[in-house]
């Protein structure tokens, strides 16, 4: 059984970066094609970006430019680098593991962009 935990969120201000990391336990993990997905307040949850195990990469538009999403497969770790972060990247981010038609999810982490 994967689980998946986040860490990293927090308060930043406008302008400002953060860094979140995705910690995956199990085997499967190098195999897995790795997202970020963020909900904000009354919103529907999204794609952020997402990353397969051959480290392709693709980003929702608005997060292109700012956030760079990465991973270590020696740390089980997947991590999303945001920067110049704006307001309304306010929400709960969640890393996500795809692998073979099955999907499992963290337990998000809230990051508020505010000053």
């Known amino acids: 059984q994967v689980q998946l935990v986040e860490s990293g969120g927090g308060l930043v201000q406008p302008g400002g970066s953060l860094r979140l990391s995705c910690a995956a336990s199990?085997?499967?993990?190098?195999?897995?094609?790795m997202g970020w997905y963020r909900q904000a307040p009354g919103k529907e949850r999204e794609a952020v970006a997402l990353i397969t195990s051959g480290r392709i990469t693709n980003y929702a538009d608005s997060m292109k430019g700012r956030f760079n999403v990465s991973r270590d497969n020696a740390q089980n770790t997947v991590y999303l680098q945001m920067n110049s972060l704006k307001p309304e990247d306010t929400a709960v981010y969640y890393c996500n593991a795809l692998f073979r038609n099955v999907q499992i999810w963290g337990q998000g982490t809230l990051v508020t962009v505010s000053s």
């Open positions: 199990g085997s499967i993990f190098s195999f897995a094609t």
